[in-house]
């Protein structure tokens, strides 16, 4: 994996899987303001950006991880509802 930041107040990092370089990077958002650093921790399980207010934020990189916290933020995944406002003529399947 590779991470970088750039631009004169970059306020997202790309993320590109080095296996896979033909893929286009993943971009993930700071969220409150510009990227002062990226780093991966150790065996590249998150990738951590700094900004001035946050100097360490961390962004799951197992998609099994990454989709449980998804799945916890959005509590319990989209109901059968809010499916057919959304995604109106598709099947409902859960998500979560």
Do not use: I, K
């Amino acid at each position: 994996m590779l991470s970088t930041a750039s631009g004169a107040r970059p306020t997202t990092t790309g993320v590109w899987e080095t296996a896979s370089p033909r893929l286009s990077p993943a971009s993930v958002p700071a969220g409150d303001g510009p990227v002062l650093a990226v780093g991966f921790t150790p065996e590249n399980r998150e990738l951590r950006v700094a900004t001035p207010h946050l100097s360490q934020r961390g962004y799951p990189l197992d998609p099994e991880r990454a989709a449980a916290l998804a799945c916890a933020r959005a509590r319990g995944g989209t109901t059968q509802a809010e499916w057919r406002t959304y995604l109106p003529g598709v099947e409902y399947r859960r998500t979560c």
